[in-house]
């Protein structure tokens, strides 16, 4: 934890913190001295439950970050059968659109299952349909897309990432004013694509279980003046 991120969890008292702590690599080590400290009898009272409630704040801001530390110990341990050398904190960037162009919101997508026996459709409430703005892209945005993974018939095995199925239909409310006129269009209408009605390919679904959003992978679909098309 750098100084700076202390300063906001523990107030301006950051230089009455533990010998050890600003040089505490892990979580960990961090909580670990503060409780040293706290049942030093040399620490004040006053000064023990600020160490206590630095101990809750840490906990609460990352509470599985000490329990998955500990257990990314063990895996080093078994694979390498030593023990870990270092703890590396990396930064990586991640690339993303800034800018999409909202299509509508989303209700419904459609999915094959049971290797292609029967389609199980998913619901959507407060999720934004988007593209990129060559509209080579979809993206569902916001809203709440967690789902149990069961419901679909799929294990949920500790992986991150999982593929549904590909995509039959999508279906969303949005307005069309320059294909059927600004007064049919006035309150907006639901639109169905059917990937692959014109021939191309579907897209496969694509599950995140640690962020729970849903993402799009493949298919020859596109974003176009009528609609989507493939």
């Known amino acids: 934890m750098r100084n700076s991120e202390a300063v906001k969890l523990y107030g301006p008292g950051i230089l009455d913190l533990p010998v050890g702590f600003s040089k505490a690599r892990t979580v960990r080590e961090q909580i670990d001295i503060l409780y040293a400290a706290a049942d030093s009898p040399r620490v004040s009272r006053a000064k023990a439950e600020k160490h206590l409630r630095l101990i809750k704040k840490l906990k609460t801001k990352n509470p599985d970050s000490v329990d998955n530390l500990e257990r990314a110990g063990e895996m080093s341990k078994a694979f390498h059968g030593r023990e870990p050398k270092e703890i590396d904190d990396v ?19 459609e999915i094959e299952c049971d290797e292609g026996k029967s389609v199980c459709p998913i619901e959507f409430k407060g999720v934004d349909l988007c593209c990129t703005p060559d ?18 018939g799929i294990e949920e095995d500790g992986k991150q990432f999982y593929e549904l ?7 969303y409310f949005t307005d069309k004013h320059h ?15 059917e990937f692959g009605e014109e021939g191309g ?26 609609g989507i098309k493939d």
Do not use: W
């Open 91 to 109: 930064v990586e960037t991640y690339k993303y659109p800034t800018n999409l162009t909202k299509l509508g919101n989303l209700t419904e997508i």
């Open 135 to 152: 509209g080579k892209q979809l993206y569902f945005v916001g809203g709440n897309q967690k789902i149990d993974l069961e419901d679909l």
């Open 201 to 226: 390919e579907q897209p496969m679904v694509i599950y995140d279980c640690l962020n729970a959003r849903f993402q799009l992978a493949g298919g020859s679909y596109r974003v176009e003046e009528e």
């Open 179 to 193: 294909l059927e006129g600004s007064r049919s269009q006035a309150n907006g209408a639901e639109y169905i694509h």
């Open 165 to 171: 199925g590909c995509c039959v239909t999508i279906s």
